[in-house]
């Protein structure tokens, strides 16, 4: 017969060896969410509310949203930072955000508020893998 | 829906949440991401006024 703390042990450390695929996927996806869902809630929020602002600030400054592309290698680069930023990346290119305008010198801030967005992103969902495997409280 | 800010001010809020995301990020306790992320934020800032008159210096 299974004895019912090793069964708990055991039972935990399923969860935990799941939390470390789930928690930077969806930290990713969503921004602080992979903290949320390791019940860090102000880290989570205050990571949420710091990336949302740079994305929705960059895009009301006009900036640009890369798309995928072979081309220049400075789009190249950019298209790999707004990707970090999840699942806002992929709304705002089917929302069809984020044309840009050359007119406007804030634009170019814009276009570099959402690249560092999704890099800030990158290093948050990295942050909850950390959490998750105990490197970090 | 358009965001209108000045040079200055644009550079602020970058300077506020990349602060937020480093202090939390990078350190493990509750204070010392409170005070890395107010350094980080004072370097910011003080990187934006140094530029800032180094440009000044230039143009004159």
């Given at each position: 017969m299974a004895n019912p703390q090793s069964t708990a042990v055991a039972r935990n450390d399923s969860a935990a060896g799941s939390m470390t695929y789930v928690a930077p996927i969806v930290g990713w996806l969503v921004p602080g969410l992979g903290h949320l869902v390791q019940r860090r809630y102000i880290r989570g929020v205050l990571l949420m509310l710091a990336i949302f602002t740079m994305f929705f600030a960059g895009l009301g400054m006009q900036g640009k949203i890369y798309a995928?592309?072979?081309?220049d290698l400075l789009d190249i680069l950019g298209f790999i930072g707004d990707v970090g930023v999840g699942a806002l990346y992929f709304i705002a290119r089917m929302m069809n955000?984020?044309?840009?305008?050359?007119?406007?010198?804030?634009a170019d801030y814009g276009t570099k508020y959402i690249v560092v967005a999704g890099l800030l992103n990158v290093i948050a969902a990295v942050d909850a893998y950390h959490i998750a495997i105990g490197k970090k409280p | 829906m358009t965001f209108e800010l000045s040079h200055f001010n644009a550079a602020l809020l970058f300077a506020l949440c990349a602060s937020i995301v480093f202090g939390i990020t990078q350190r493990s306790t509750a204070r010392d991401m409170l005070r890395y992320g107010a350094y980080c934020f004072s370097l910011f800032i003080g990187g934006v006024i140094v530029a800032a008159w180094v440009m000044w210096f230039i143009k004159h």
């Open positions: 995928p592309n072979t081309g955000w984020g044309i840009g305008n050359i007119h406007r010198a804030v | -």
